[in-house]
């Protein structure tokens, strides 16, 4: 069976290496990315807090049952080992990360011994499994038990890395279909229907307002894009130009001008130099952008 660890993308770096908080089944791991060994020390205090008991993991670590766990995985080798299953962090290390780490398989039984509403919870599950192996007999007496509970538990962790494998596919999806819409910021076949231009809006207490707008031009009239042409301090026409790239345009002016622009709309000092910086550094992003 393979353990999933969810991890984030908060990271710690201490000694030159990387550690990534995750969870495990709603608690909060520490993982150190060399090796992927979860913090064990952390998880119980975590544990402890949470449940307000007092478990030490020096006394789970030593109980006849983990030891014996532990000796069983080594013996089988599901994984390939570069190392012990569990060690201690040296002391070079900054407190947020010291602790005894331990590999993933081990997660389990020393959650197992940790908190009891975790334990309740496997209960829970393997006495679902168990109705299940027990209908399965009485519907077929000739395998004998022992047997059908071999094939149930396969069949258990079949369905479920099927069910998770569905989700990984869909969170792929998702991801393609994020990457997807920011790579095209226009709909398709209107790549070049869209037009950008600068308004000016105000002028007040010598500073000067302009608007950027974008729109696409498929149903304008031509008095309507003529007049736009005319009317605007800048006029940019066939761009393939979405909100994405507007923005990109906003961003960049937040970034070079001491202005910030709030819903498209810029203000800045009304003298000739401002106004000639702004147009041209506007003019050279969407001439940038119109060659991507």
Avoid: W
């Avoid at 993982?31 to 119980?44: F, H, P, Q, S």
């Avoid at 007999?137 to 071999?150: G, K």
């Avoid at 538990?153 to 990984?168: V, Y």
């Amino acid at each position: 069976m393979t353990s999933i660890i969810d991890t984030s993308t908060t990271q710690i770096t201490s000694n030159d290496e990387t550690f990534t908080k995750g969870s495990y089944n709603g608690f909060e791991i520490m993982i150190r990315d060399k090796d992927g060994y979860v913090n064990a020390t952390k998880l119980v205090q975590q544990i402890n807090e949470r449940e307000h008991t007092t478990k030490e993991l020096r006394n789970i670590t030593r109980s006849p049952v983990f030891v014996e766990y532990k000796q069983y995985l080594q013996n089988i080798s599901p994984f390939n080992l570069n190392g012990p299953l569990c060690y201690l962090l040296p002391i070079v290390f900054m407190n947020d990360v010291r602790g005894t780490y331990v590999h993933k398989q081990l997660m389990n039984i020393i959650c197992m011994k940790t908190s009891v509403k975790y334990l309740h919870y496997v209960t829970m599950i393997m006495d679902s499994i168990n109705e299940r192996i027990q209908l399965t007999h009485q519907l077929d007496d000739t395998t004998s038990m022992a047997v059908q509970a071999d094939v149930i538990f396969n069949q258990e962790l079949e369905e479920k890395d099927t069910i998770n494998k569905q989700l990984r596919q869909q969170i792929q999806d998702k991801d393609t279909t994020i990457n997807t819409l920011h790579q095209r910021t226009v709909p398709l076949n209107h790549e070049h229907q869209y037009i950008m231009f600068l308004e000016q809006k105000l002028v007040e207490d010598n500073y000067i307002t302009y608007k950027i707008q974008r729109q696409d031009k498929t149903h304008m009239k031509e008095k309507h894009l003529l007049r736009l042409q005319n009317e605007s301090v800048l006029f940019f026409d066939n761009l393939p130009i979405a909100m994405s790239n507007c923005q990109d345009v906003v961003q960049s002016i937040n970034q070079n001008f001491d202005t910030k622009v709030k819903n498209n709309t810029i203000r800045v000092l009304n003298t000739d130099k401002v106004r000639n910086t702004l147009f041209n550094f506007i003019t050279q992003k969407v001439e940038q952008l119109r060659r991507q």
